[in-house]
């Protein structure tokens, strides 16, 4: 009789731990926040929050060839196929993964995508604290036209101004680790290939290594070149690149690892044998885990990189 008593009590002791027990943590998705404002239109990221934090951040830009669809039933670039395939990685390794959304071709052309692309590093820089992860060591990762982006942060970056009324744009726009899946890095000489009609659009020009340096147009797509901006400064780079890319030539991956060799910095190219152009590599012939290879390159380098420039 007396264990029957103290049953009851033993069940309700049992039901308080279970609700006294701290729920296990999960990642989860903060969506549509507004990094930036144009012209009336919201510039909008999603925060992929990772149950384990690990106090570092990365933005992550979909390729897209700089474009994106119009209408009201039209996805936005940050909800891309290509977020499901590799932000999980960054998230299950600890990693704040901010996913952008871009002004865009045809309605807006080159400098609007890195101009957007400067202000969401500048944003979450700005509420590094709010988000948990150190303002000076913020990663970049992006496939094509993302990459592109994520090059030119990495390289280019963008100092803020300190006497601006807006205290986002004191901040850096500088990336401190990047890897770079597929990137166009020199738009000079992206011929032969079907890229160059994107690049055509995104400039609002075609142009070509042989256009007269002199020309308008030589100059604005030797200015949207990453491979331009290599320095000693730039940051760490993961390359990763199909050699049998018909959209953006496996050579585009050879000239910036060569570029960043001579600068000193540090950076790996993976070729993935036979990849075509897409997150997925089409066609390739037993590929290397390049979902890990991100992640370790991060792990290497994002955490020793140094403040922000």
């Known amino acids: 009789m007396r264990i029957n008593r103290l049953r009851p009590l033993a069940v309700a002791g049992l039901a308080l731990l279970a609700l006294s027990a701290p729920a296990s943590a999960q990642s989860r998705v903060g969506t549509n926040v507004v990094y930036g404002m144009y012209s009336g239109t919201a510039l909008l990221l999603d925060v992929h929050y990772p149950a384990q934090p690990n106090g570092f951040g990365i933005i992550f830009i979909p390729g897209s060839g700089w474009s994106a669809p119009l209408g009201y039933a039209a996805a936005p670039l940050k909800e891309s196929n290509q977020v499901e395939m590799y932000v999980p990685s960054l998230i299950q390794a600890g990693y704040t993964v901010f996913v952008i959304t871009h002004r865009a071709t045809p309605t807006f052309r080159y400098p609007a995508p890195l101009e957007d692309a400067q202000r969401a590093v500048r944003f979450v820089r700005a509420n590094a604290a709010k988000y948990g992860i150190n303002p000076a060591r913020i990663g ?3 496939g094509s036209s993302g990459a592109h982006l994520v090059s030119m942060l990495g390289t280019m970056g963008g100092p803020g ?8 744009n004191r901040e850096s726009a500088r990336l401190q680790c990047i890897v770079a899946r597929a990137a166009p890095l020199d ?12 690049v055509a659009l995104f400039l609002g020009s075609r142009v070509i290594e042989s256009t007269p340096k002199t020309a308008v147009e030589y100059k604005t797509a030797w200015a949207a070149s990453p491979i331009n901006y290599v320095s000693p400064d730039a940051a760490p780079f993961l390359l990763i690149h199909g050699d049998a890319d018909r959209t953006v030539p496996f050579h585009q991956s050879e000239m910036m690892e060569a570029a960043l060799k001579k600068a000193g910095v540090p950076v790996k190219l993976v070729p993935i044998k036979g990849g075509d152009h897409g997150p997925t ?28 420039q």
Do not use: C, H, Q
């Open 281 to 308: 590599f089409p066609g390739a012939t037993n590929p290397p885990d390049y979902k890990t290879e991100m992640v370790k390159w991060f792990d290497a380098y994002l955490r020793k990189a140094g403040p922000g």
């Open 140 to 142: 970049g990762a992006g």
């Open 161 to 168: 101004d300190a006497s601006d009324a807006d205290p986002v």
């Open 187 to 198: 738009l000079l000489r992206m011929s032969p290939s079907i890229g160059t009609e994107a």
